[in-house]
């Protein structure tokens, strides 16, 4: 029996630099492919540019001009922030913010990360370079994403099957369990066979243990927008229980969204 999956919270634009679409396109595929909840999430990263400045990041400061109702698709405002290091802090939280993009002050002691995720309905937390945990035990990737897991503006652990670093997934999951998080189960990671059975592996415990997952696409173009093949034929080999799939349904995601905290308003 195929799965309903009617949420993709995990898509970017053309501002995460290596992807390719407008949210106008994403919108316009999302509403194409049934989508009815779109999260765009653009890289919030040292992978963007080499300077670290609130105006290379003002993308994000501005989405409250997106109708939250978008051609029939309730458009969410998110960021896929990268976690940088053992204590499972985020890119920019070390980083002053002294002034806005017009060279207005902020108040003082405001990161980069403040500033930049302020207003945004939610984080997604990855791992893109994973140097900073090499040579690290799994006790501390654990305590990891752990950390992450409990900062309270994070709703996703985003593609932890494909971010090298392994942990205790046991441990992880019931963190999630207990702070109402999601574990993603990204299309993208299981497009190669590389990062398979760590994914599998890790969606098996978590419809062993109860925790609720959110299937992505992580579209970096418009047509991917909304599309899981490989995500829904793991999920359906292993038997996933479709009331674990948060985004299952509009209501579904919006409620655990309101359980961890992140009210959509
Ligand atoms: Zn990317
Ligand atoms: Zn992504």
Redesign the pocket.
């Known amino acids: 029996m195929p799965y309903t999956i009617a949420g993709d919270i ?1 898509t ?1 634009t053309l501002a ?1 630099r290596h992807a390719y679409a407008t949210i106008s396109e994403n919108v316009a595929a999302a509403r194409a492919a049934g989508v009815e909840v779109l999260g765009s ?1 653009d ?1 919030f990263s040292m992978m963007l540019y080499p300077e670290q400045h609130i105006r290379n990041f003002q993308f994000f400061i501005n989405q409250g001009i997106w109708p939250r109702e978008w051609d029939g698709v309730t458009v969410l405002h998110g960021a ?1 922030v990268d976690i940088v290091s053992l204590a499972g802090t985020f890119f920019g939280q070390d980083i002053p913010c002294p002034e806005g993009i017009v060279g207005h002050l902020n108040r003082p002691g405001s990161t980069l990360f403040d500033i930049v995720t302020r207003d945004l309905d939610y984080l ?1 937390a ?1 791992v893109h370079n994973g140097m900073f945990a090499d040579g690290a035990t799994v006790a501390q990737t654990t305590a990891m994403y752990t950390a992450v897991l409990e900062s309270p503006r994070v709703l996703v652990l ?2 932890a099957g494909r971010s090298g670093i392994p942990f205790d997934i046991d441990e992880v999951l019931t963190v999630a369990r207990e702070n109402h998080k999601l574990i993603e189960i990204n299309n ?1 990671s299981l497009e190669s066979r590389r990062h398979h059975d760590v994914c599998q592996k890790i969606a098996e415990r978590a419809a062993e243990l109860g925790v609720g997952i959110v299937v992505s696409s ?1 579209a ?1 173009i418009a047509p991917a927008i909304g599309k899981f093949p490989c995500a829904e034929r793991m999920l359906e080999e292993i038997h996933f229980p479709e009331e674990l799939i948060m985004n299952r349904g509009r209501d579904a995601l919006l409620g655990a969204m309101a359980a961890a905290g992140l009210e959509v308003k």
């Open positions: 995990h970017h995460s999430t890289h896929e997604i990855s985003g593609h993208h992580d970096h």
